[in-house]
T-cell receptor
Framework: DTGVSQNPRHKITKRGQNVTFRCDPI?????LYWYRQTLGQGPEFLTY????????KSRLLSDRFSAERPKGSFSTLEIQRTEQGDSAMYLC????????????FGAGTRLSVL | QQQVKQSPQSLIVQKGGISIINCAYE??????FPWYQQFPGKGPALLIA?????SEKKEGRFTISFNKSAKQFSLHIMDSQPGDSATYFC??????????FGAGTRLTVKP
């Protein structure tokens, strides 16, 4: 399968713990995006990378959130000191600039903070 | 933060009928308007998209109508099928970067 891959698919954690999610984009895609989706809502943009450079961050991305894309391939999203309000689906998407820049989404990581 | 308003929240249509979902946006800098389809447990998948230089785009049973002056666009699904039952999201962005999504419409097509 050459689509966007996200791991883990589900994560249950206790409040105050740190969690890290991984996204493997479609190979050759130079842009990678992170979104958060809560139940009954549309995805909310968090941040995006072009290659290894983080080009934009939403105000939704508090200091407890950090995203990296060290080699311009896979990306990680870390949430420190998780809160119950962080419970959501975290979606990753990738695109190729110049090829209409269509964003292809992964299936997401569902985070539950107890 | 909500820059794209979508209606209705839910829609029930008989098989063979027309499903219509509407969206309105605020930011006139937006230049890319996609529609995404999402099934339970899956990520959103691009269905069809339009740029503001055209007023309509059709792909198979799916049509986007775009009204730039009213800052509105809509998705029409002709001959709706039970397999179309899903949640549909409109979105808007500038150069397809930080996309702003509507809240979604849950479509149910009854056989």
């Amino acid at each position: 399968d050459t689509g966007v891959s996200q791991n883990p698919r589900h994560k249950i954690t206790k409040r105050g713990q740190n969690v890290t999610f991984r996204c493997d984009p479609i190979s050759e895609h130079n842009r990678l995006y992170w979104y958060r989706q809560t139940l009954g809502q549309g995805p909310e943009f968090l941040t995006y990378f072009q290659n290894e450079a983080q080009l934009e961050k939403s105000r939704l991305l508090s200091d407890r959130f950090s995203a990296e894309r060290p080699k311009g391939s896979f990306s990680t999203l870390e949430i420190q000191r998780t809160e119950q309000g962080d419970s959501a689906m975290y979606l990753c998407a990738s695109s190729l600039v110049g090829a209409k820049n269509i964003q292809y989404f992964g299936a997401g990581t569902r985070l539950s903070v107890l | 933060q909500q820059q794209v308003k979508q209606s209705p929240q839910s829609l029930i249509v008989q098989k063979g009928g027309i499903s219509i979902i509407n969206c309105a946006y605020e930011n006139t800098a937006f230049d890319y308007f996609p529609w995404y389809q999402q099934f339970p447990g899956k990520g959103p998948a691009l269905l069809i998209a339009i740029r503001p230089d055209v007023s309509e785009k059709k792909e198979g049973r799916f049509t986007i109508s775009f009204n730039k002056s009213a800052k509105q666009f809509s998705l029409h699904i002709m001959d709706s099928q039970p397999g179309d039952s899903a949640t549909y999201f409109c979105a808007a962005s500038r150069d397809n970067n930080d996309m702003r999504f509507g809240a979604g419409t849950r479509l149910t097509v009854k056989p």
